[in-house]
Nanobody, 123 residues
Framework: QVQLVESGGGSVQAGGSLRLSCTAS????????IGWFRQAPGKEREGVAR????????YRADSVKGRFTISQDNAKKSVFLQMNSLKPEDTAMYYC????????????????WGQGTQVTVSS
């Protein structure tokens, strides 16, 4: 079992920045993949960014490339999502998730989920 707790959400104007944190119940480096997902009202959940915790390799959705950065700090058992140049369409509940199974698609097989943190971007 991996427990995840997100923090850092809030309200910001378009063009602003937020930094989300995801703190795990164990050191991140041995978990596998940790990802950030988001879900806006009336829309399906979508993957935003993912990090392979052993090597630090990252993957980001096209919609956030150049604006969002995922990183980790194993000593703090945390993964971060730095979000810059925020747009109103980034408004959503953001979730942190983890998976140990390395097989499968980029956004598949995430078994452990946090409770989410709300991000609201106003125009």
């Amino acid at each position: 079992q991996v427990q995840l707790v997100e923090s850092g959400g809030g309200s910001v104007q378009a063009g602003g920045s937020l930094r989300l944190s995801c703190t795990a119940s164990e050191g991140t480096i041995n978990i596998g993949y940790i990802g950030w997902f988001r879900q806006a009202p009336g829309k399906e959940r979508e993957g935003v960014a993912r990090i392979y915790t052993l090597t630090g390799a990252t993957y980001r959705a096209d919609s956030v490339k150049g604006r969002f950065t995922i990183s980790q700090d194993n000593a703090k058992k945390s993964v971060f999502l730095q979000m810059n140049s925020l747009k109103p369409e980034d408004t959503a509940m953001y979730y942190c998730a983890a998976r140990r199974n390395l097989a499968g698609g980029v956004w598949d097989n995430f078994d452990y989920w946090g409770q989410g943190t709300q991000v609201t971007v106003s125009s």
